[in-house]
């Protein structure tokens, strides 16, 4: 145990004093009751068995306690000294930590005695799952971009209309344009990292920059306009709270696109939409903090295009705003709703079962918070739509560190397979951070790896026609979050990590 959660784990038990190894059945019972009043309030409900009985203690309920405004563990937990001013200002402003506690100190007792007496002591291994088998039909090609020896990759995007591949590298706060001919150029400055390569008109492409890839609240990020046509390039909006994903869609049907935005943030967030792209105006805002990815389609089959949207910090939630015309969205209301130990990190729509319904493709395995450990739960999962607003889970992948899974016809068959990326340490099987799933039928896939994908690990992937042959190719990105991370790969033997690997598909070869 560190320093840091020493003072952290002690200051918590002075507080709330120790836990009672015998502690009645009744008491256990409050407890269970207060935890789904309290903690259920502000998101999904996170049963004991989701985290071990040291990691309950020492990590994740001394930042409960904060969150619940006991002022001894916020002192003890230093929650404004790595903050700026500014930042400060805006988690008081929405008062994320409350200057008065929220729950008795008996009850909150209460609590932590029933997490800790009914967590297991160890996490149990991952349910037993398909064995991966080799992937045949790509041939992989490294790429490294001069000066960067631990590539930090924010984006990997492939550009049809240009077949060239564009990247960002978080390090080297810098974006590339590869052409089909291999030649690789620097783009015009950004003020931070892209995450993402948005696609507006002919010719008219927008880059969005995240701002602090690490959990932040200050409004850093910015959405930039190359357009080719005029030879300009433009900073369109800043200020934003850490962005991740945008797109245009026009929803109202006026044949105006607007464009709709995705403030991940931190503790505060939402999902910010531009009618008609008047940056100009103040934009209509739904959700909250996490907004990581929405999905503009129509649901309920209406004749209008409604916003599905993951929310992916504190609340994790899968939600539809169904629009009711003129601009206006009916009340959020929750699709799916998971435990904030979840790490759900990315969603995609399809008709994966073809009855005519989209069913939800989701990935979790976001792993950076207070309680970085393997969970089994970590994985992807297909959520089968029933239909009246209900999903069912029909497909589920054990993968620790799950970071994303795209949906992509890849041997042209006509189902639907799925690339996957997974962001975690497994030394006996590095090459499993890189999965292609081959549609078997009646919701059964097929693993398949490919070994020059344990060269790193990736954190961005994208998918389309690179080379301009007719059939889908697909590329990672390769991010070292700090030097630990790379001696990692060190230790495996890995001694330069390219900054993508390109995995292209062969030609007449499925």
Request: proline share 5%.
């Amino acid at each position: 145990m560190s320093f840091r959660h020493f003072i952290t784990f002690l200051g918590f038990w002075v507080i709330f004093g120790p836990v009672k190894a015998f502690a009645q059945k009744d008491e256990v019972t409050q407890g269970k009751m207060l935890a789904e009043t309290y903690c259920g309030a502000c998101h999904g409900f996170p049963s004991p068995e989701l985290l071990p009985k040291k990691i309950w203690r020492t990590h994740v309920l001394p930042q409960m306690a904060a969150y619940m405004g006991f002022q001894e563990v916020q002192d003890s937990l230093a929650i404004w000294e790595e903050r700026s001013p500014e930042e400060i200002q805006i988690l008081k402003n929405f008062n994320v930590y409350p200057n008065e506690a929220i729950i008795g100190a008996d009850d909150f007792q209460k609590i932590s005695n029933y997490y800790y007496l009914e967590a297991p002591e160890i996490l149990a291994s991952q349910k037993p799952k398909a064995t991966p088998i080799p992937l045949e039909g790509f041939e992989a090609k490294n790429l490294f971009i001069e000066g960067i020896h631990s590539p930090m990759t924010s984006m990997v995007a492939i550009n049809e209309s240009r077949a060239e591949l564009l990247i960002s590298d978080a390090n080297a706060n810098q974006l590339y344009a590869k052409t089909i001919t291999d030649e690789l150029f620097t783009l015009p400055a950004i003020n931070s990292p892209v995450v993402q390569f948005i696609p507006k008109s002919p010719g008219v492409f927008n880059f969005l920059t995240i701002g602090s890839i690490t959990p932040s609240d200050l409004s850093q990020g910015a959405l930039y306009e190359m357009d080719l046509n005029s030879g300009t390039w433009t900073q369109i909006l800043d200020d934003l709270s850490r962005p991740v994903y945008g797109t245009w869609k026009d929803l109202e049907g006026d044949g105006k696109p607007d464009f709709l935005l995705c403030n991940y943030g931190h503790h505060v967030g939402n999902i910010s939409i531009y009618k008609d792209g008047n940056f100009q105006s103040e934009p209509l805002t739904l959700g909250g903090a996490g907004a990581r990815k929405l999905e503009v389609l129509d649901l309920n089959q209406d004749g209008e295009l409604d916003i599905i949207a993951l929310f992916a910090q504190g609340n994790e939630r899968i939600s539809v705003f169904y629009n009711q015309g003129n601009g206006y969205f009916s009340p959020e209301q929750i699709l799916l709703r998971f435990s904030p130990l979840m790490g759900s990190s990315y969603f995609e729509m399809h008709d994966f079962n073809q009855d005519g319904l989209l069913d939800i493709l989701y990935t979790n395995g976001d792993n950076w918070d207070y309680s970085s450990i393997n969970k089994p739960y970590h994985g992807f999962r297909i959520f089968e739509n029933k239909g009246n607003e209900q999903f069912e889970e029909s497909w589920f992948y054990p993968q620790y560190g799950a970071a994303k899974a795209m949906a992509l016809d890849f041997d042209q068959d006509g189902d639907l397979d799925i690339a996957s990326i997974a962001f975690y340490d497994d030394l006996e099987n590095p090459n499993h951070q890189f999965l292609l799933f081959e549609n078997q039928g009646n919701m059964t896939f097929q693993p398949r790896y490919i070994p020059e994908a344990s060269l790193a690990k990736w954190l961005t992937m994208d998918w389309g026609d690179l080379d301009g042959d007719g059939d889908l190719d697909i590329v990672l990105g390769a991010y070292n979050h700090n030097f630990r991370e790379f001696s990692k790969l060190l230790i495996q033997g890995i001694k330069e990590v390219p900054s993508v690997l390109i995995l292209e598909k062969m030609l007449n070869n499925n």
